[in-house]
């Protein structure tokens, strides 16, 4: 299984080494940008199961199991949090259909590794992008938009930039969380978090597994968390080295077969999450994968 994730890892760094990544050389555009700013005060976790052609089907067991996993990461941060004296209340609400129906709509590619690097990776983050815009129609489509104070209903969301608003002012929250779960369970895949470092889109990620400890890791990236260990954003052996030395146990490492319990957040997810505003000299070239 750490074999066959070390290849996938190698394989996508290969594809995208000559593209731009998804924060670049420079990790801080992901610090309090977008939807995502901070980890703090009153958040919205929204996810959504989706399936495709490749992927395993939904069973309202696997749904069920899920759901358990991610208030398990859900009481994790709020932990972290309160040891830290940030406020943090994350709400969770999620689409389902009748009987534990989900959405049907296959990925760009055959999973989500291809899909974000075939061709290369800036036509598999439009895609992607695509890809969940419609899945964010479907969802607008089930959603009753209620009228305020004699102000006609707004229309229903049909772009996940919508979707996330239309949360935002539902659920009374300063940040909204868009997680679509595919079921890769003991299928070799990634989960990745998109749109981060920018503001041209409204950041989501595509989770492929239902561990408490990947949920809890690319929810953090929402919120600017940056991989401490070899992966599609961070190459360079040297600081990667540097990452395991300072923080072993981040939840930024690699989060295959971690027990959550075991991990906790660094200095340096702190300051990326905006938990705190300084950040040590030492852990400084961290913020870049560069020679420097």
């Not at 983050?125 to 419609?134: C, F, G, M, P, V």
Request: hydrophobic fraction near 40%; include cysteine.
């Amino acid at each position: 299984m750490n074999i066959s994730r070390s290849i996938l890892i190698l394989l996508i760094s290969i594809i995208l080494l000559s593209s731009a990544s998804s924060s670049g050389d420079d990790y801080i555009a992901a610090r309090k940008n977008n939807v995502c700013k901070e980890l703090r005060n009153d958040v919205l976790l929204y996810f959504v199961f989706i399936d495709t052609r490749t992927t395993y089907p939904w069973t309202e067991f696997d749904i069920l199991t899920t759901i358990d996993s991610i208030h398990v990461a859900e009481r994790w941060l709020e932990a972290k949090a309160k040891e830290s004296g940030i406020p943090l209340n994350i709400k969770t609400d999620y689409y389902i259909g009748n009987e534990y129906t989900t959405i049907n709509r296959n990925l760009p590619k055959k999973n989500v590794l291809e899909s974000i690097s075939d061709p290369n990776y800036r036509k598999g983050i439009e895609n992607l992008n695509r890809w969940a815009d419609y899945v964010a129609k479907t969802v607008g489509e089930s959603l009753y938009i209620k009228e305020k104070d004699g102000i006609p209903a707004m229309k229903k969301p049909k772009t996940k930039e919508r979707l996330a608003a239309h949360l935002r002012d539902e659920y009374a929250v300063e940040s909204v969380a868009i997680m679509f779960f595919v079921n890769n369970y003991f299928r070799k895949d990634i989960s990745i978090a998109i749109n981060t470092n920018n503001t041209e889109d409204v950041e989501f990620a595509i989770v492929s597994y239902k561990y408490p400890v990947e949920i809890a890791h690319y929810f953090i990236k929402l919120f600017g968390g940056i991989d401490l260990y070899k992966s599609y954003e961070r190459k360079n052996n040297r600081k990667i080295k540097m990452a395991r030395e300072y923080f072993p146990n981040d939840i930024m490492q690699d989060p295959e077969a971690k027990n959550l319990r075991n991990l906790e957040i660094g200095d340096f997810t702190r300051y990326m999450i905006g938990w705190d505003e300084e950040l040590s000299s030492k852990y400084v070239p961290l913020l870049s994968d560069g020679i420097f």
